[in-house]
């Protein structure tokens, strides 16, 4: 998938044209934490929020790559759970998108040989 360039500077919102919920009106502090991240532009996103996005599957083909740069700064980089939360919730990703998007496995599998020994 080819992105624009200023598409780091942009909310899920406007990329995707995706109607977050009111977060006052969201069953659950999940939710209301993801209807309030699909308004704000990614490269504001913690890594953190990528973790928790990621983990519910919202934004791959735009979360990824910016999961990916993060990884390949520190594989095991953590959210607020542990060391290499962020690692984990990219490894969930259904297999699907890894099919869809080879370039960015191969990119994964790049950060993941980095590993020093």
């Known amino acids: 998938m080819k992105l624009e360039n200023n598409w780091k500077h942009k909310s899920l919102f406007n990329l995707q044209k995706t109607h977050p919920d009111n977060p006052n009106e969201t ?5 209301a934490r993801c209807a309030e991240l699909i308004k704000i532009p990614l490269n504001e996103y913690s890594v953190e929020d990528l973790r928790l996005m990621i983990g519910q599957g919202l934004g791959l083909q735009y979360l990824i790559p910016l999961a990916i740069e993060k990884l390949n700064n520190d594989l095991f980089v953590e959210g607020d ?3 290499g939360d962020l690692l984990a919730n990219v490894l969930r990703v259904n297999r699907a998108f890894w099919k869809q998007n080879p370039d960015l496995r191969v990119k994964l599998m790049n950060s993941l040989l980095k590993i020093e020994t």
């Open 81 to 83: 759970l542990y060391k």
């Open 27 to 31: 069953p659950t502090r999940l939710v």
